[in-house]
């Protein structure tokens, strides 16, 4: 690895469920919490949006 590497933005390990968590400190608990809350808000988003196209279109072909 060279020293140029050095300055590309770290990824993140991916969250997986089920995952031991003895390891994590407070604040790495605590930033995991944040993070799945603001997946649970994009999923729940993208339900919304979904099931409200699903009701237009349900509405359409009833009429």
Known sequence: MSFIDDDLPK???AYEI???LS???LDELKERVEQLKAEI???EAEVAR????RAAAEGLFRS
Not at 50 to 53: F, H, I, M, Q, Y
């Open 11 to 13: 990824k993140k390990a």
């Open 18 to 20: 089920g995952t031991d």
């Open 23 to 25: 390891m994590l400190s």
């Open 41 to 43: 808000a994009r999923i």
């Open 50 to 53: 979904k099931a409200s196209g």
